[in-house]
């Protein structure tokens, strides 16, 4: 949701995008709402067991892990 609204905000300030200015890189990290979800059950199987991660629960680990593989 994050990159449409970056889009959305690029467009309102009279930006033209289009396909051929618009270009991501093949190493961008992709987080998707799996990565989401699997950060927030790690977060709450660690606190459960008294180790406690502190993640954001925004999915950035599991993305960057899927990313290295």
């Not at 949701?1 to 990290?29: D, M, S, Y």
């Not at 992709?30 to 977060?43: K, M, Q, T, V």
Request: without cysteine.
């Amino acid at each position: 949701h994050a990159f449409v609204a970056e889009v959305a905000k690029l467009k309102a300030q009279g930006v033209e995008v289009t396909p051929e200015r618009l270009k991501i890189a093949e190493n961008t990290a992709l987080i998707l709402s799996l990565h989401r979800e699997l950060d927030g059950f790690r977060e709450d199987a660690a606190s459960n067991s008294g180790t406690k991660i502190g993640t954001t629960r925004r999915g950035i680990g599991p993305a960057y892990e899927d990313k290295v593989g």
